[in-house]
């Protein structure tokens, strides 16, 4: 797929997922504490800048030629990649001198 298609299919490949665990968390209490296993009120908080972010992104996918679209997808995965790595790294570190 190219990226012009790519990443449309993934926004929607992704918005299955969440509909279906909207549909089975929705009712689940916390195993811990008396409240639901949603925190609904992070999600009232959250929400507007994802949607902002989606509006922003679906503009972009639009205007942007299909080489620096790719150019900055490389970018938001090598520096996403990098980010995990070294925290995990970090952790194992951690967790290794606890055993």
Avoid: C, Q
């Amino acid at each position: 797929f190219t990226p012009k298609h790519a990443i449309p299919l993934s926004n929607v490949t992704v918005l299955g997922g969440a509909v279906a665990n909207t549909i089975l968390n929705a009712r689940k209490r916390h195993p811990l504490a008396d409240r639901p296993l949603v925190d609904w009120d992070l999600i009232l908080v959250m929400e507007p800048l994802t949607i902002a972010g989606a509006l922003l992104g679906a503009f972009l996918n639009k205007v942007l030629p299909e080489l620096l679209l790719t150019v900055l997808l490389v970018l938001l995965l090598s520096v996403t990649a990098y980010t995990s790595l070294t925290k995990a790294l970090k952790l194992y570190a951690r967790e290794s001198r606890a055993m």
